[in-house]
Antibody, heavy 122, light 111 residues
Framework: EVQLVESGGGLVQPGGSLRLSCAAS????????MHWVRQAPGKGLVWVSR????????YYADSVKGRFTISRDNAKNTLYLQMSSLRGEDTAVYYC???????????????WGQGTLVTVSS | QTVVTQEPSLTVSPGGTVTLTCASS?????????PNWFQQQPGQAPRALIY???NRQSWTPARFSGSLLGGKAALTLSGVQPEDEADYYC???????????FGGGTKLTVL
């Protein structure tokens, strides 16, 4: 069974930093692109970042570029999101998401964690 | 800035059929955008329904189907059940920019 379990959320002051973790199990983590997606309270889903299977390639939404860093440890089956220079608008539930490219080239964004809440406030 | 647009809200009667759409500000949505669809119940994490336009997840009921319709990605629910009342989101992949973009979501009411 695929499981994605996020941790590390909490209350942080504006300008502060926080590191989120996502523990993965039930699939070959090192073969999967991984994403972070966030959802502000009462708002829609927003894609944040993704990372290649081996960690060598990363992409970011413009809203977090230069402030957030995605990384992974394939030996520990863990995905990370280092967040710095946090702002009020970063307040959201952050979801860890697995994306799979199938043998026929289709893209399946199939599995989501339960999310971890980050609150940026003084 | 790339924008993906969905109907903000739709209402359907139990047993009826409804189609949700997903449009791109850059032009017609094709299979190259690998449209994915998600359902989110209140207070829960999103759940994947459809990937790469029309492929159901193993847990997705057959009454959910995905397609391309008039230059948009579409999600059709046939024989709607009360438990289908939820928010639905589409996700498109913009290969050239290496970005993923969600639609704003559709709130589906079953009434």
């Amino acid at each position: 069974e695929v499981q994605l379990v996020e941790s590390g959320g909490g209350l942080v002051q504006p300008g502060g930093s926080l590191r989120l973790s996502c523990a993965a199990s039930g699939f070959t983590f090192s073969s999967s692109w991984m994403h972070w997606v966030r959802q502000a309270p009462g708002k829609g889903l927003v894609w944040v970042s993704r990372i290649k299977t081996d960690g060598t390639t990363t992409y970011y939404a413009d809203s977090v570029k230069g402030r957030f860093t995605i990384s992974r440890d394939n030996a520990k089956n863990t995905l990370y999101l280092q967040m710095s220079s946090l702002r009020g608008e970063d307040t959201a539930v952050y979801y860890c998401v697995r994306a799979e490219v199938t043998g026929t080239g289709m893209v399946n964004v199939g599995y989501w964690g339960q999310g971890t809440l980050v609150t940026v406030s003084s | 800035q790339t924008v993906v647009t969905q109907e903000p809200s739709l209402t359907v009667s139990p047993g009826g059929t409804v189609t949700l759409t997903c449009a791109s500000s850059t032009g017609a949505v094709t299979s190259d955008y690998h449209p994915n669809w998600f359902q989110q119940q209140p207070g829960q994490a999103p759940r994947a329904l459809i990937y790469s336009t029309s492929n159901r997840q193993s847990w997705t009921p057959a009454r959910f189907s995905g397609s391309l319709l008039g230059g948009k990605a579409a999600l059709t629910l046939s024989g709607v059940q009360p438990e289908d009342e939820a928010d639905y989101y589409c996700l498109l992949y913009y290969r050239a920019a290496q970005l993923w973009v969600f639609g704003g979501g559709t709130k589906l009411t079953v009434l």
